[in-house]
């Protein structure tokens, strides 16, 4: 049964959840925390990336701290999108960058795609999926990887600061592809 | 037996870690569960100025920014000795209101609602929002994506910004609302209205409806009588954002009520060895260990304990749900409010909250003052220290602010919800194992009825850590009596 009735009084008319028309077709999203270290990596990839994607026709750059569902709501109406975040996979040193599709993910999480109080990035594309809603195409992810803390700090560690115009240099090449 | 030393320096990052240990006889003797901890936090505030905290603050949890921004916003009131005037005070409570609408509705559809709509011996791949959609339909699936784009709507309409709302200053707001946006709000918050009331019934039906569930909500494997903390107005109803903290015992006498300032008095701090966090604990009754009952100063804070402490809610609806949820779960006794132990129950005085904050939408949107331009109380004094509290989605949430003449912090304090709860989880999971484990077999349902176990306070481990997929990261060892690991279940991690 479901949950709601049509209110008859001056409610709106629902718009549909989905369905938005952006100015671009590609998005380009870091993910991360800005104070938690390494962990907000994403972020200053896709503020690097701004002034080098503006001759770049049809792309916008967000940065965003959300994961799950935010996230997947966010990506809707788009074409492509590359998630550039920060990964504590285990295999490769600090610093080291991998591209991957939304689906290789399988079981292995990146630090940010995920939220213990929400969906998996993935669970909320097979849910935006199976509702009808159009999802992008084509999803990838730019991973850097870090050695997670618990702690808060507002800087990148040397290793994973350096590593970031080389990860600009990748996203560039993705979207010239 | 064996002594066997904890060693918390071989913690995992942002996952749970559990040992149990066994006597002999295979059966559990302790459970030790570890938590990361918010470590440098209040290094990252040291130096900035106090202004900036909301903002600040916001940015430690993707999920509940909102919490975090408006204890830090009343705390920095506090700092500032001014008082927002009335309007500013109901755009705050707007704000809050939705955000409480879109962060339950969440919780439940997407993370508590699996486990019941869909089965907890459901297999792992269901036990999710996907899951949920093939149960109980798609229609519903796209009413809670609209769920949450109605309160993100309200969110970014008074806050500035949908994720991490902007327009909250010392003494008020920067923003108001017009008309025309009162107007929108007002029918969103009747739609709001609906969806709960459609929520509340569906858990009637499938939930409730169901004797296996209902069996499970009502078991005692959950229960545990411990005291409860949680806000209320100055009328005794259950209150999200202002108010003095209630604090009840396990019979359901009123221990105490402060303000949140006092807050210092009540609760202490329990250091153990094995753990990094403390366990907070209620001063005036005294640290007994992880144990119920009135003698223990253990208590819990979340949706369960706001509605264990309140005499009523704010608004009908919610009050008329509030009165089903007590007389099915405890009845009352020659007239005196019983209180609800069972820890499952919290999935359902989450959806009575639910159906207040949408209640609260309606009533606020038609406040004649929610359109006013009186906004802000300009501070007129040097800052010097300030507590604000709120409840966050998860519980008590106290902020705390000192500051120097200039405005720039020199200390900082936080009690987030999940260490409020710190103890109450550990004693869970202890039950959990004690009830799995037995002349040391592991039963396979172990994890699961774990992080059952965990699921119903939604905790938030050292806030915005994150690697899961779907499931909470634990590493569970358990070990022999003499102290050897007979086996490690490890779930995504």
Redesign the interface.
Known sequence: MPPASQSESSARTAEPAAGRTPASATLVVGLGNPLRGDDGVGLKVAEGLRQAAAMLPDVEIAELSVGGLALMERLLGYERVIIIDAASTGAGQPGTIRISTLGDLGLKSTANLDSSHDATLLAAMGAARSLGVEVPSKILIVAVEVTPTDAFATGLTPAVAAAIPAAIAVVLELLAS | MTRVTIDPVTRL??HGKIEILLDEHGDVIHTYFQV??????E??CVGRPLEEMPT?TS??C???PEAHLMAAAKAVDAAYHVTPPRPAQLLRELLYSAFIFA?HT??FY??SGPDFLVGPDAPKAER???GV??KI???????V??A??YGHEVIEMVGGRK??PVSTVAGGMTKGITPEQR??V???G??MV??A???L??FA?QILGNPAYLDMIRGDIYSHRTYYMGLVDPDGRAAMLDGEVRVVAPDGARLGQFPPVAYTDWIAERVEPWTYLKFPYLRPVGWHGLVDGAESGVYCVGPLARLNVADAMKTPRAQAAYEQFFATLAPAENGVKQLVHQRMAMHWARLVELMAAAERVVELAADEEITSTQLRSVPTEAPTEGVGCVEAPRGTLYHHYWSDERGLVTRANLIVATTNNYAPIAMSVERAARSLIHAGKVDDGLLNRVEMAFRAY?????C???????E?PLEVTIRDAAGESIGVLRQ?C
């Open positions: 990052e942002g990361p901890e918010l470590r440098g936090f290094q990252l600040l940015r430690i993707g999920v509940c962060d969440t919780h997407v993370l999710n929002i996907l959609i093939h339909g798609a229609e519903i699936g796209l009413q994506i609209q949450r784009k994720v991490h107007a929108v007002a029918g969103i009747q739609w609906d969806f009331a459609g929520t019934d569906l039906e939604d905790p938030c481990f050292g915005a850590t994150h690697s899961l997929t779907g909470m995504n």
